[in-house]
């Protein structure tokens, strides 16, 4: 029997890193679900089936927020609290019963049924959260129907070996199952970069691909398999030559992580002693432990919102805004902690906070706009803010700011608040720094004007670059005019550092350039000196940073700037850079 062909597929890397194993494939959805007539002396029978099935998954599921509280931290526990909250919710559970009882039905199909009508709910919906919030009612029915099935939880830790999963789906309970030594990197066939399951592969460090339709159909067990979770490729089939070239990349990949921690007490600065501050940009509190180990020097972004996804559609109180700031901003210490106020709507908030339907969510209420549009829900998140300040250097950041006026609109609203922890004798500071997100044209264009009333900026160039260039990043059509060396690019981001200097505040940058090290290198040559990045990249761009000349760098940014394309951009640094080895790099 002849080897089977290498394939090389190309999905959505939604969790860094590399990993070689073996498959293991998981079929997770259960099979077809037939409605077959229940007879009305059996019904009760029935109900009584579906609610043991309903007591054992809510004892499962209580099990598993208490393991994933324990291992991941809380915010992920609360994932399977929500999980738990939806089999306890009777508008869910009890049309089921109802569906059973007036239908006279078995159990699976009335799950089905009822998970169905909910999902036609959802239909239409643009909104990527409220998507995944759809899947988490479906991962709840799914579980339901395999217990009913009889089919047994196995823990996947139990199979050993370097295992690569390959799954049609994954539900987050399937991840917190994973045995950390054994699995070494997770596809699936569905998900995305915000789906819960996502999350938990990248706080536990393991590789993952996903999007990759009917890819369970091209592997069997025991087939190597190779998993680059950065490209967002996976190989199937590798052959000996491309299995020794991935696994002599990985080597060389845990050496350099190796010998990178070894600069977690150095200073980040030039060889002519300029220093650049290198930050980490955090979702989950349980990042600090990341941002110790490789020296970031504070936590350039904090985005807040994933707070109120993990609590939607309630809303957090003033206490658990507190309590996670304030930890932030001790573990941070003496480094600042920047917090940007929540930047949700559109995508990102459920819709029972704002009550409202977007078309164009991306260019709709998000952002600074629904922050001052619902005063009431900022206002909670603000007077925790300026309490927390007294724990740490936190500094507050706006996003989606595109007038002066929503700046000025935010001071008097700030005063406001600080005016009523006053009268209530609460303890705050009134001297918390106050920056604005550059993430829309309008912003960097009257950076000037901007930075006559803030404390420094901070430069997003995700939006930055996709609002400037008209060009979706995760939009496979255009994927390619999504260029952060764009000439427009770099003259935008000349424009505002030079405001911010004129006007003598700082200026950082927290996007995915910032990551890059070529582009880093080129960012400082610019003139930024806060840069802000994911904890693990920190001791790479820390090595490069401490090899490089700052008049070389600067001198490498003009010559970038006078170029007419992205593409000659990038080849002038790779000529100028290329040569630079990171600490830890050589042969296998």
Avoid at 124 to 131: A, F, K, P, Q, V
Avoid at 203 to 211: D, E, F
Avoid at 369 to 395: I, K, S, Y
Wanted: proline residues 3%; negative net charge; aromatic residues 4%.
């Amino acid at each position: 029997m002849s080897a089977a062909a290498m394939q090389v597929l190309r999905g959505l890397g939604v969790s860094g890193g590399v990993a070689v194993g073996r498959a293991v494939c998981i079929r997770t959805r259960v099979g077809e679900v037939y409605r077959f007539p229940i007879a009305e002396g059996d019904v009760e029978r029935e109900v009584a089936r579906f609610e043991e099935a309903l007591r054992r998954d809510q004892a499962e599921l209580g099990r598993l927020r208490r393991k994933a509280g324990a291992e991941l931290g809380e915010e992920l526990g609360a994932i399977f609290e929500a999980h738990l909250l939806m089999l306890q919710d009777p508008s869910l559970t009890g049309r089921i019963v109802e569906r059973i009882r007036g239908e006279r039905v078995n159990a699976e199909w009335a799950i089905q049924q009822t998970v169905e009508e909910t999902g036609e709910r959802f239909d239409g919906i643009e909104d990527e959260y409220l998507r995944e919030r759809q899947q988490d009612v479906r991962d709840v029915a799914r579980h339901l129907l395999r217990t009913l099935s009889g089919l047994s939880h196995h823990e996947l830790s139990e199979i050993g070996g370097d295992v690569v999963v390959v799954a049609d789906d994954l539900a987050p309970s399937d991840a917190v199952r994973l045995g950390r030594e054994a699995v070494v990197a997770l596809v699936t066939e569905t998900g995305s970069r915000t789906s819960h399951t996502a999350i938990i592969a990248h706080s536990l460090n393991i590789p993952m691909v996903a999007g990759l339709h009917g890819v369970t159909e091209l592997l069997t067990d025991e087939d190597p398999v190779v998993v680059d979770g950065d490209a967002g490729t996976v190989v199937l089939h590798p052959t000996a030559e491309v299995l020794s070239d991935y696994r002599r990349r990985r080597r060389a990949q845990q050496r350099r992580e190796r010998a990178m921690l070894a600069t977690r007490e150095l200073a980040a600065e030039t060889r002519c002693c300029i220093q650049v501050h290198l930050m980490a940009n955090i979702d989950l509190l349980e990042e600090i432990e990341d941002v110790l180990r490789f020296g970031a020097a504070g936590i350039g972004l904090y985005r807040s919102e994933f707070l109120y996804i993990e609590k939607s559609p309630e809303l957090p109180s003033e206490e658990e805004h507190l309590a996670i700031y304030r930890r932030l901003a001790e573990a941070a210490a003496p480094y600042p902690t920047i917090i940007r106020t929540y930047d949700l709507g559109g995508r990102k908030l459920a819709r029972e906070v704002m009550h409202t339907h977007e078309d164009n969510p991306v260019l709709g209420l998000r952002g600074i706009r629904l922050t001052m549009a619902r005063p009431d829900v900022f206002r909670t998140q603000l007077r925790a803010l300026f309490r927390a300040a007294c724990h740490g250097e936190v500094w507050v950041m706006l996003p989606m700011i595109s007038t002066l006026d929503e700046v000025r609109r935010f001071r008097r609203f700030a005063g406001d608040v600080m005016d009523e922890l006053e009268r209530e004798g609460v303890e705050f500071r009134r001297d918390v720094r106050l920056g604005v997100m550059i993430e829309v044209p309008a912003a960097a264009l009257i950076a000037d004007l901007l930075a006559r009333e803030v404390d420094f900026f901070s430069i997003g160039t995700n939006d930055l670059i996709q609002y400037s260039l008209a060009v979706d990043r995760n939009n496979e059509h255009v994927a390619d005019l999504y260029q952060p060396l764009h000439p427009a690019i770099l003259r935008m981001l000349r424009l505002v550092i030079d405001a911010a200097e004129a006007a003598g505040i700082e200026c950082g940058l927290c996007g995915e350039m910032a990551g890059d090290p070529r582009q880093a290198l080129l960012l400082v040559g610019l003139g930024l000196r806060r840069l802000s990045m994911s904890p693990r990249v920190v001791p790479e761009i820390k090595t490069r940073v401490r090899a490089s000349s700052l008049p070389d760098l600067e001198r490498l940014a003009e010559e970038c700037l006078g170029f007419a394309t992205a593409a000659e951009v990038e080849h002038h640094l790779e000529s100028a850079l290329g040569g630079l080895v990171t600490v830890g790099e050589g042969s296998a």
